[in-house]
């Protein structure tokens, strides 16, 4: 038996927002139908669900660190991004039972923003179970850290028995930042990507430090490698930003999503576009807010025709999990559509995990999770109200 909801609008994502549109579902939540008000009562269908606001697809969570979940209010905002990556490594607690409760309540909090599927990044298999017990889909990102070059065989050795950790959910071993892995580790990092190729995720540009660093050797980076005690004596700056530097090091095989990108510039984008044949590039404001007190230059990425998602990063540098507060922050910020804000918040994401066949757009055949947005209607323009729902 079917179910028929509508609303103002609904919004496919793949296609224009049909105002007044009619979604027929099956009890599962698989979409039967997408229809215009005038198909709806042409087949006769009147027992329709109304509700006011927009119908959307669940949210996409490209970035998140779940495993961090317990450090939510512990690390002081406005700190620079080297002193915060400090306050982690201190902070980090080998308490189980704490980490594991949060981890669940963090997934829980996800579900409930209308958030359906997401990109996380692990360092450690804590996540594991809670992942494959969630309703939520997940793709992890083991992630490599060591400046050291001698240990780069070594962790990428112990990375690929540890990702068997995650299995049968989907997992790649992926670089942390370009500040934090050695050239070595890159190396093997590439061979294992252009190997196995699938997906690829790294931190990009989060603050101005990392392009001093790379640049002439520079900046609060060099404090962090102090208080790690370890001897950079071999770093020769490039003379390059951070991104122009480690990108040619990357698999060009793998699809690549490069967060934060707080401090990318024209010049970058171009260097990358050339350089890396399947780019994503995603957006974490509410973390970049927490810790910079700074955003990215949204108008430039956009303008750029690049594929932007977006992303929560973790309760370390963020009050809350919700890729629809990351939206109304942009909307606040920045002069974004809605059509924009939707996309990066839903197909692209989806895209990027390759889940399109399930999630991202709403789709007859699709179970994509349902949300009803609250809107306005500025001027003529139609823009994020303060309050979303799940329905489905
Ligand atoms: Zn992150």
């Given at each position: 038996m079917l179910t028929y909801i509508s609303a103002d609008y609904v919004y496919p994502v793949v296609a224009a927002p049909i105002a007044c549109g009619v979604l027929a579902m099956d009890e599962e939540g698989t979409i039967a139908a997408v229809l215009t008000p005038e198909e709806a009562s042409a087949g006769g269908i009147t027992d329709i669900v109304r509700y006011e606001g927009l119908l959307v697809p669940g949210f996409v969570?490209?970035?998140?660190?779940?495993?961090?979940?317990?450090?939510?209010?512990?690390i002081p905002r406005y700190t620079g991004l080297p002193a915060f990556v400090q306050e982690v490594i201190k902070l980090r607690s080998s308490d189980e039972y704490a980490i594991n409760l949060a981890m669940l309540k963090a997934d829980v909090e996800m579900f409930d923003n209308g958030i359906v599927a997401v990109g996380d990044i692990s360092?450690?298999?804590?996540s594991a179970g809670i992942k494959a017990g969630s309703p939520l889909y997940y793709h992890t990102f083991l992630e490599l850290l060591g400046f050291?070059?001698?240990?780069a065989k070594l962790s990428m050795e112990r990375a690929l028995e540890f990702i068997?950790?995650?299995?049968?959910l989907k997992a790649s071993i992926v670089p942390h930042a370009p500040y934090s892995v050695s050239p070595e580790l890159f190396a093997e990092l590439k061979a294992y990507g252009d190997a196995v190729q699938g997906l690829s995720s790294m931190h990009n540009q989060e603050t101005t430090d990392e392009n001093s660093f790379f640049r002439d050797?520079?900046?609060a980076f060099l404090d962090l490698f102090k208080f790690l005690g370890?001897?950079?004596?071999f770093f020769k700056p490039s003379g390059k930003t951070s991104l122009q530097t480690v990108l040619p090091q990357l698999s060009a095989r793998q699809k690549l999503l490069l967060v934060?990108?707080?401090?990318?510039s024209a010049e970058d984008i171009k260097f990358a576009e050339a350089v890396h044949p399947d780019l994503y590039w995603c957006l974490c404001p509410n973390a970049n807010l927490y810790i910079e007190n700074r955003l990215p230059d949204v108008g430039l990425l956009r303008d750029a025709g690049l594929k932007i998602t977006l992303g929560t990063d973790s309760l370390a540098s963020n009050d809350v999990l919700s890729i629809f507060a990351e939206m109304q922050t942009l909307q606040l910020h920045f002069d974004v559509s809605v059509d924009d804000l939707l996309k990066w918040a839903t197909y692209n994401g989806a895209e990027f995990l390759e889940i399109t066949d399930r999630y991202g757009s709403l789709e007859?055949?699709?179970?994509p999770g349902i949300n009803l947005l609250e809107y306005k209607d500025v001027e003529g323009e139609l823009v994020l109200g303060d309050r979303m729902r799940r329905l489905f």
């Open positions: 969570n490209t970035h998140c660190h779940l495993e961090l979940s317990n450090l939510k209010g512990e360092n450690q298999a804590v050291n070059p001698d240990t068997n950790k995650f299995l049968p050797k520079t900046g370890l001897n950079i004596e934060h990108n707080v401090f990318t007859a055949g699709k179970k």
